[in-house]
């Protein structure tokens, strides 16, 4: 029975593979070689291909999907034409704020290339730091919306005050680690394939470096600026990256714990130069044969993947009339100009150019839904408005450097409670008010709010919180006669 199972999926397997083919342009079937050779290269010969294991993180995007079809259809032609082929692991991490058009992309890929039942392809997610099978109904679980909702707070807190907004850098440690940790993952794999293009590796590289500076993980500088030099970094910063941010507190452990192997071997191969560069080209592999669906604003206008154009517009609103002193509406239009501005000068098609015109061109219809987008960001990331806002300032670092200024500026009422609010980050015992109103304005528990405040601010170049890949110097920012200074946090 089970030779007659073996030989039926071993049809099906070739159906799939037929069909895949079918899709490919001239142009795909080369890089399809290209890629084989690679993989043989890299596993020492054809002969040993059978036990070469290849990491693929997914995450819904694009070119994750992309990379996955030429991966498959590489191992499924192996399989016809030696004994054994190369092994696949899929991962994807579950962060708040991932879409579920991002999961349903990955799952309609996933049943596409026939990948769930196929004993040679692991197919997980991690979530909360538990390597669990991949299921894209499955909402991320509470505790890891709790534990990524204080990641992203701890880690921006670090920033530099008054500097350009970062506020997502903890997506890049949370990924970094990802990595690190399911490359070692029952018996661990032997490459991380990835076909991203030299620039966005190189920002990623720069924004785990910068992210595990303000984790206070120590990095060298002799590493490479793209993904070859990402497993030699992360070994340099141990098995979690949050550890000084949760001294005295505690966090999950990765787990199933028992599953990791202690010496990670991965190495890295770089697809991205045998990859089909018109995107033309790729559309009716994806669209028909996967069943991707795009979100072209969002992957054009967004910071990341995790973040709407609307939240991140808003959040550049309220560090405007916050801490700039200026008006909600001008740092809205300053953000959307420049994004717009950006597509422009990237020379993307007229059509979607357009489309980002009539969607973000007026940004007083986008100030208008302020209430609204401020509920988006709270349902994506569990912060209410005043949490944002403190976050902005960043108030707590450095024995609370920036705490006067920041109360007068949204809590003149607590001015007078000032000092109390010190003793208390100090870790000494005050009122149950001055505690409840610490934790709820930072949205962290006081414990550690106390570790951010014993850490010094960094010092850095901070680059601003703009959409990704934009070279475009900013325009100048609207002025508004109307500049509304003393705007209150709402909430608090």
Same mark, same amino acid.
């Given at each position: ?55 693929a ?25 030696a ?13 708040n ?24 392809v ?16 499955a909402?991320?679980? /509470? ?68 992210a ?142 357009? /489309? ?10 986008l ?5 609204l987008i401020?509920?988006?960001a ?49 870790g000494?015992?005050?009122?149950e ?60």
């Open positions: 029975m089970s030779h007659i199972h073996d030989q039926a999926m071993n049809n099906v397997y070739q159906q799939v593979l037929q069909r895949l083919l079918s899709f490919f342009s001239r142009a795909e079937r080369t890089a399809l070689q290209l890629l084989i050779q690679r993989l043989a290269v890299a596993a020492g010969g054809m002969d040993r291909i059978g036990d070469y294991k290849v990491l993180v997914q995450c819904g995007s694009r070119d994750s999907c992309y990379t996955l079809a030429l991966l498959r259809a590489a191992q499924l032609t192996i399989a016809t034409r004994p054994t082929t190369f092994k696949l692991r899929l991962a994807t991490l579950r962060l704020g991932m879409s579920q058009l991002a999961l349903d992309n990955i799952h309609r890929s996933y049943n596409a290339l026939f990948v769930y039942d196929d004993p040679r692991d197919v997980l997610m991690v979530d909360n730091r538990e390597v669990l099978a991949f299921d894209h109904r909402p991320v679980s /509470r505790a890891a919306r709790e534990s990524n909702r204080m990641n992203l707070l701890l880690i921006g807190h670090r920033g530099v005050v008054d500097g350009p907004l970062e506020l997502w850098d903890d997506s890049y440690l949370a990924t970094g680690e990802f990595h690190g940790q399911i490359a070692r993952w029952n018996n661990g794999v032997d490459a991380l394939v990835s076909g991203d293009p030299p620039r966005q590796q190189k920002r990623f590289i720069e924004g785990l470096k910068r595990a500076a303000k984790a206070g993980l120590a990095t060298s500088n002799r590493h490479e600026a793209d993904y070859g030099g990402l497993f030699m970094l992360l070994d340099e910063f141990g098995t979690d990256c949050y550890q000084a941010f949760y001294e005295g507190y505690g966090q999950e452990a990765w787990r199933p714990a028992e599953q990791f192997e202690a010496c990670r071997r991965t190495t890295y191969i770089d697809i991205h130069d045998v990859l089909v560069s018109q995107l033309e080209e790729r559309w009716p592999l994806l669209t028909e044969f996967l069943g991707y669906q795009p979100d072209e604003l969002a992957a054009q206008l967004g910071e990341n993947q995790y973040v709407s154009v609307a939240v991140s517009a808003h959040l550049r609103g309220l560090q405007s009339c916050f801490v700039q002193g200026s008006t909600y509406l001008a740092g809205v239009t300053h953000y959307l100009q420049r994004a717009l501005v950006m597509m422009r000068r990237n020379q993307l098609s007229e059509r979607l150019c357009e /489309r980002a015109d009539s969607a973000y061109g007026n940004p007083y219809k100030a208008g839904q302020r209430a401020a509920d988006e709270y349902q994506s990331f569990g912060l209410n408005e005043a949490q944002w806002v403190c976050l902005l300032f960043a108030p707590f670092i450095g024995q609370g450097a920036s705490l006067e200024r920041f109360l007068r500026q949204c809590h003149p009422g607590m001015l007078v409670a000032m000092p109390e609010l010190h003793r208390a980050m100090q000494y015992p005050v009122a008010q001055i505690l409840q109103w610490i934790v709820d304005v930072s949205g962290l528990p006081v414990s550690l709010v106390g570790n951010l405040y014993r850490m010094q601010p960094l010092v850095q170049q901070a680059k601003s919180m703009s959409p990704p890949d934009s070279h475009v110097s900013e325009p100048e920012q609207a002025s508004d006669e109307a500049s509304v200074t003393g705007e209150r946090s709402t909430g608090r």
